[in-house]
Every structure is written in structure tokens, then in C-alpha cells.
Nanobody, 124 residues
């Protein structure tokens, strides 16, 4: 089993930055791919960024390329999402998720394990 705990959300003005953290426990076999997803009120959950834990390969939605960076610590137990140049459209609940493996790292339906989420609010 995999347990995920997000932290780092909050309120920020447009143009500001936040860093989200996702602390993961459980075998790396079951969380070889980890991703960040977000969901705004009334909208579907969407993939923001993902990382292959073993290779460090990263993937980004076009809407965040050049602004967000996903990374992990050396122990491969914490995944971060550095968010810069935040826009009001980035507002939503951000979730960390994990899966043993997927060829579609930004597809929410591919993921098996989910955290409880952390709220990000960007005011213009």
C-alpha cells in the first residue's frame, strides 16, 4: 500500500509562488510514477505534472510548462511541485497521486493512490 500526504498549499497573489510537498510511504514498486493533479470547482480533475521515480523523467501539462517544476528528494520519498508565476486559473485543490506504472502519466484515471489534497488559491 501507498500513503500520500500533501502540504504547502495556501493563498497567494497572482505572480507569486508556492511549493507543494507530497510525502510518500510504501514500496517504490507501487509508486514508481507520481503526479500532481488539480481540480477547480465544477471542473474535472486534470494532470499538472508527473515524474517517473526511478528515471527522474518529468511530464507537464502545456498550461504549466515553464512555470511549474516537479522534483523529488534523494531518498525518493518526497515529491515537490514548485509553482511560479501563479495565475488565477491555477486555483484549485491539488492532489498528489501514485501508481506502479503508466504510459499516460498525466491521466488521473491511471492512478491508484491519492492523497487528501491541499488547497491553492491565487487571487488576481
Amino acid at each position: 500500500q501507498v500513503h500520500l500526504v500533501e502540504s504547502g498549499g495556501g493563498s497567494v497573489q497572482a505572480g507569486g509562488s508556492l511549493r507543494l510537498s507530497c510525502a510518500a510511504s510504501g514500496s517504490i514498486y507501487f509508486r514508481a510514477t507520481m503526479g500532481w493533479f488539480r481540480q477547480a470547482p465544477g471542473k474535472e480533475r486534470e494532470g499538472v505534472a508527473a515524474i517517473y521515480i526511478r528515471s527522474d523523467s518529468t511530464f507537464y501539462d502545456d498550461s504549466v510548462k515553464g512555470r511549474f517544476t516537479i522534483s523529488q528528494d534523494n531518498a525518493k520519498t518526497t515529491v515537490y511541485l514548485q509553482m511560479n508565476s501563479l495565475k488565477s486559473g491555477d486555483t484549485g485543490m491539488y492532489y498528489c497521486a501514485a501508481v506502479a506504472g503508466t504510459g499516460r502519466p498525466l491521466a488521473p484515471y491511471e492512478y491508484s493512490y491519492w492523497g487528501q489534497g491541499t488547497q491553492v488559491t491565487v487571487s488576481s
